[in-house]
C-alpha cells in the first residue's frame, strides 16, 4: 500500500488548509486510516482517525474543535480540514492506513502497518 498526501503549506495563524492522502496498491480493503504529526523535537501525535466502514472519528484533544477527518471509500482517500491554525499546529504530518480495524488505544500507539512519507504544515505567528 502506497499513501501520498498532499496539501501542506505555509499559513498564517487563523487560517485553513485541507490535506489529502490517497492509498494505492491496495490488495484489501482499508478498515483505518488516520493522521499524525510530529513537531521538531517533539515525539510523534495521533491527531485524527476514522473507521472507513462507519465513518466514527477520534482526535486529538487540542483539535477537537477545529479539525475534521473524512473519508471518501471509494477512492480510498482521507483528508483532514484544519480549520484556526495555530502556531503550535506546525509539524510533519503523515497518514496512515491498516487493513484492519484500530481500536483507539492502538490508534494512539501509531500501531498503523502502513505510512505515507508526510506533508509539512508550517503555521506562523
Known amino acids: 500500500v502506497q499513501l501520498v498526501e498532499s496539501g501542506g503549506g505555509l499559513v498564517q495563524a487563523g487560517g485553513s488548509l485541507k490535506l489529502s492522502c490517497a492509498a494505492s496498491?491496495?490488495?484489501?480493503?482499508?478498515?483505518?486510516m488516520g493522521w499524525y504529526r510530529q513537531a521538531l523535537g517533539k515525539q510523534r501525535e495521533l491527531v485524527a482517525h476514522?473507521?472507513?466502514?462507519?465513518?466514527?472519528?477520534n482526535y486529538l484533544d487540542t483539535v477537537k474543535d477545529r479539525f475534521t477527518i473524512s473519508r471518501d471509500n471509494a477512492k480510498n482517500t482521507v483528508y483532514l480540514r484544519m480549520n484556526s491554525l495555530k502556531p503550535e499546529d506546525t509539524g510533519a504530518y503523515y497518514c496512515?492506513?491498516?487493513?484492519?480495524?484500530?481500536?483507539?488505544?492502538?490508534?494512539?500507539?501509531?500501531?498503523?502497518?502502513?505510512w505515507g512519507q508526510g506533508t509539512q504544515v508550517t503555521v506562523s505567528s
Open positions: 476514522v473507521t472507513m466502514t462507519d465513518g466514527v472519528a
Open positions: 496512515a492506513a491498516d487493513q484492519f480495524l484500530i481500536c483507539p488505544g492502538r490508534a494512539a500507539a501509531g500501531e498503523y502497518e502502513n
Open positions: 496498491g491496495i490488495r484489501f480493503s482499508i478498515k483505518a
